[in-house]
C-alpha cells in the first residue's frame, strides 16, 4: 500500500543534497520515495522539478553561483539516469520528463559562452533536453545537427555585433532547406535585439537565462 | 622587443602546445570553481559589505588576497581554448614576468604623449585616463561627429572608439574581409579625426572593431594604428586564451605596439561573488601580465546578470583586487568603468564615481571610463560621462581609503537599488547637439549639477 508522503520535507531535503552536491544521498532519496510506492513521474513532478526550480530562483538572485547550479544540475542528472528513467521503463509508462528538446549554440567567431552556458543550465533546471555545440559554431553545422538531433528549438547567442550575420546565415539556410517549420529559432547575448530577431525572422529573442526559459517554455505549450 | 622578452613569449607558445590536455567544463568547475573556494577559506577572503567596508583599508587583507592570488594563477595557470590545454606558470616564471615590469611607460607622441604611472594605495600620482565609448555600438554615419565629440575632451589621455554598425554600408562579419575593412575604416578615420582636432599624436585605444585577429593584424601596420597606440588583447572568462590572442600578442611584440591585456571576471559566476572576484583579479593580472607580456593589465569584472562592473559587491572586490596588486607588483592596473545607466541619467555619473574613486585610492594607473550602458545598447554613450569620470577620477588622487570609503557608501546607497531597472538612459544623439558638437543645456544642466554634489557633499575638487 502506497505510504503517504510528506512532500515537504521531501523536497527540502532534495534541495540540500543536490545544492551540497551530494549525489548519492540524493539517489538514494530518490530510490527511498520511490520504494513507498511513489510512482516516478510524481516524484519528478513534485520533488525534483520544484527543487530545480528554486535553484534556477536563487542562482537569479546570486544566493548561489554559476559552480552551485552546474552542481545541481548534474546531481538532477544522475538522478533522473539510475533511478527515474529506470522506474519509468520498468513501469511502461509514458512518462515526459522533457518539456522540449534545443540545441544551443555560440555562432561562427565568437568565442564567448558564459551566458549560453548559464542558458543550458537554466532550461536542464527546467526540465529541457539540452545540446549544446558550444562556441564559434558554422551556420551549416547548427542546422546539420539541428536536423540530426530532430530538436524542437534551435538556440542561438553572440556577444558581439559582428556576429549577427551568422545568425541570419542560421535563418537563411534553414529557410534554403525548406525546412524552417520544423523548428523554433531564438536568439540572445549581449548583441541581440528584438529588432533584429524580426529581420532574420527568428521567433523570439532574449535577455537573460530566465527570460530563455520563459520563452521556451511558451513556445513548447504551443507546439 | 627585446630578446629576452620575446623568448618569454615564445616559451608561452610552448606552453599552449604542449601542456596537459583537460576537458573545458572540468577546467570550470574543478580547477577555477573548486580551488577558489578553496583559497577564499584558507586566505580568509571574506569581509562584510554592509557592516564593514567597501573600500577596504585593510593592507593585511590585500596582502593576503595577493598571496591567494598568486596561488591560484601558479595552480591552475590558463587554460587554451584551441589546443584544450592547460597552460602552467611556476611561481618562478609568474615572478619573472612582475619582476622585469617597468614602473611607467608613455602612450603617444609630442605634446600628447601620456606617461602611465605604478601607483600604490592613497597616492596622489596622476591617473592616467582612458576615455571614450570602448566600442557601444553606433550607426556608421555617426562614427565621425561622436568622436570628434570625444576626442575635443581634454582630459581624455587615451582615446577609445565605437563599435560600427556597418562599414562603407555593409554588415561586418567576425572572421570575414568586412572585418578588414571595418578595422581599416576605424584606423584611418580616427587618425584623420585626431589630426582635425590638434591631438594628432594622441594614442588611441584599437580596436574596437576587430572581433578576431583579422582586424587587428590588418590595421596594426604601415597606415594603420601606431606603435605607440595601445592595442588589445584579452582571456575569456575564466583564465582562458585562444590562438587568436596569442597570434595578436605575436604580432603586437613584433610591432613594438603597446598593449593593454584584459579580463573581466565574472561576478556570480565559477569564481563566485565578492571573495572568488577578488581572487580573479589578482590572479586574472598576473596571468595576463605573464601569458601576453603585455603593458596596461585591465579588469572590469562583469555581474552575471546585470553586465555591469559598478555592482557593489565588485567595487569592494576591486578595491581589495587592486590594493593586493599595487602594494605587492610594479604592475600598471586599469580598472574599467561599465555603469548599468546611460546618458542622460544621473546614475551614470553616481555609478561611474563609486567604481572611480574606489579604484584609484585602491592603486589604479589608468581608470577606463565610460562603457555606458553597459556598452551593448546601440547609440547609448556621451563624452559628458567620460569628462565626469575624469574629473572625479583626479579629484580622488591622494584621498585615504576611509575618506573614499565614506563617499563611496553614500554614493552607491543611492544607486544599488535601481540598477535592476538598466536605466540605459537616452541615446548620444539626444544628449548632444550634432551641429555644435556639444552637450544639449539638460545634459549639461544634469552633468553641473551633480559635480555640485560631488564639491558641496563630498568635497571632491571637481
Redesign the interface.
Known sequence: MKETIDWVTVQKEFLDNILQGDKEAAIKLAKNTLDTGCEPLEFFEKCVAPSLEEVGKR??T?DI???EM??AAEVVEQVNTEVINPAVAKAKSIAITSKGKILLATV?????D?GKN?VALMLKVNGFEVIDMG?NISPSDIVERAAREQVDIVGLST????????MKDVSDYLQGKHIRENYSVIIGG??T?PEFAKQVGADAQGN?AAEAVEICKKIMQVM | MNDEKYEMLLNVLDKAENGPVLDENEWDKKYIGETVRNLISKYDIKWSLKDQFIVSTYDNLADRAFEAGMELAREIGVYCVDTKRQMKFSRQELEKSLAILPKEITAGTGKDTVTVYKRNPEDPKRVAIWGGPFGVPVAEELFKPMMECYAREPLIDILDNVSLLTTHGRPIRAGAPTEAVAGWQEAVTTLELIDRVGRPGLPLGCGSNATTEVGDLANTTYGGFRPTDVHKLSFISEQKTAYHHLTKAVHFAQTNSLTEIFCNTMFGGFMGGESGVVIGVVSGLILLNACYLGDIPNSGPTHVHLSCSTHPGIVSAMSIGFQALSRNTNLLIAAHTRPTAGPGTKDIFRETAAYLIANVVSGASVVNCTQSAVGNNIGHASPLEVRFGAQVAHSAQGLSRKEADKIVRDLVGKFADIQKEKRIGKLFTEVYDLKSLTPTPEWQAMYEETCEEMRSNYGLKM
Open positions: 542562482f537569479e546570486l553561483f554559476l559552480p552546474v552542481t561562427h567567431g565568437d568565442l564567448h558564459i548559464m562556441v556577444l558581439l555585433t559582428t556576429c549577427l550575420p551568422y549581449a548583441a535585439t537573460s
